[in-house]
């Protein structure tokens, strides 16, 4: 069993950064690929990122390509997302979620078995 808790959503405008973090308690955080989702209102869950165990291997949304980046630290149980040239499409609850897989991180939501509760991520025009 691993817990999940989200922090550093908020309000930015359109153009701005924010920096997503997830941190993990539980079982051994390195034994997890890690993923980051998004839901907005109305809208299914979507994937947005993922990084494989050891953190070398990276998979992103083409929304969202060349702009968020996703990394992990280990040491710190913490997987984050930095988020830069936001746009308001991007606004949505954003999810972290865990999968214990040994190879690569997935790209669908049922991969992953442990989900975090949501950070509200809001982009202003």
């Known amino acids: 069993q691993v817990q999940l808790v989200e922090s550093g959503g908020g309000l930015v405008q359109a153009g701005g950064s924010l920096r997503l973090s997830c941190t993990a308690s539980g079982r051994t955080f390195s034994s997890y690929a890690m993923g980051w989702f998004r839901q907005a209102p109305g809208k299914e869950r979507e994937f947005v990122a993922a990084?494989?165990?050891?953190?070398?291997?990276?998979y992103y949304a083409d929304s969202v390509k060349g702009r968020f980046t996703i990394s992990r630290d280990n040491a710190k149980n913490t997987v984050y997302l930095q988020m830069n040239s936001l746009k308001p499409e991007d606004t949505a609850v954003y999810f972290c979620?865990?999968?214990?897989?040994?190879?690569?991180?997935?790209?669908?939501?049922?991969?992953?078995?442990?989900w975090g509760q949501g950070t509200q991520v809001t982009v202003s025009s």
């Open positions: 990084i494989s165990r050891g953190g070398s291997s990276t």
């Open positions: 979620a865990a999968d214990q897989r040994f190879v690569g991180a997935g790209t669908e939501a049922y991969e992953y078995d442990y």
